[in-house]
């Protein structure tokens, strides 16, 4: 089967760093996607993981490791355009239609 | 990042006529397309593989003969609502992989909202 947690909601101050978790057990494997989304908008890539380690974007970074099934989105220098959905997403292989699947996303507030 | 265009972006029709829902992509030949339902505050549902010049791959629990879905070609697919009820009203989102790049990022479509009254 198929399964991706993250936490449903964060809340973070403006100016800080804030680290979205996400697990992942999934039959297939390759590459593990963060996306943001604002409401009532289709998603926007942020960053594409399919090796471990730390792949950095600009104030986004995101984290891969394996053999643990975990990944993790590291946003520093908050803004309040920031407050979004983040929602993690697993791409199975290739031979097997190579979809994405979603986690449920998590809700991040930022506050001043 | 390459262009995914759907159209429309809201519709509303009445209960029991179909709705079809395009999705392009604009500067890149897409063989797979995706097509995902999401409800408010949730988060993407797939409901169906798009692939060009065959017939889709629906995930479990979606109605085939419900939500048609056709590839014709490598930058168009359309996703049709039949005989669409108010519970079928939710935000259909539709993605796209370019053919030549099978490791990047799919792009989305800026997503359609219906409305069935």
């Known amino acids: 089967g198929q399964n991706i947690d993250q936490p449903t909601e964060m809340t973070a101050t403006e100016g800080a760093i804030v680290q979205i978790n996400c697990t992942y057990q999934t039959s297939g494997f390759n590459g593990l996607f963060w996306y943001q989304q604002h409401a009532g908008e289709a998603p926007t890539f942020l960053s594409y993981?399919?090796?471990?380690g730390l792949e950095e974007k600009g104030r986004f970074s995101s984290f891969l490791s394996r053999s643990k099934g975990y990944s993790y989105l590291l946003l520093k220098e908050l803004q309040m355009k920031d407050s979004a959905s983040y929602l993690c997403a697993v791409r199975g292989i290739y031979n097997q239609g190579g979809k994405l699947i979603f986690g449920q996303g998590t809700e991040l507030s930022v506050k001043p | 990042g390459a262009v995914v265009s759907q159209h429309p972006s809201r519709v509303i029709c009445k209960s029991g006529t179909s709705v079809k829902i395009e999705c392009r992509s604009l500067d890149f030949q897409a063989t797979t397309m995706f097509w995902y339902r999401q409800f408010p505050k949730k988060s993407l549902m797939l409901m169906a593989t798009?692939?060009?010049?065959?017939?889709?791959?629906?995930e479990q629990g979606v109605e085939k003969d419900k939500f048609l879905i056709n590839h014709a070609s490598l930058t168009l697919s359309t996703l049709t609502v039949t005989s669409a009820h108010p519970e079928d009203s939710s935000f259909y989102i539709c993605?796209?992989?370019?053919?030549?790049?099978?490791?990047?990022?799919?792009?989305f479509g800026q997503g359609t909202r219906l409305t069935v009254v």
């Open positions: 993981n399919v090796l471990d």
């Open positions: 798009s692939n060009e010049g065959s017939k889709a791959t629906y």
């Open positions: 993605s796209a992989r370019d053919r030549g790049q099978t490791n990047t990022e799919a792009f």
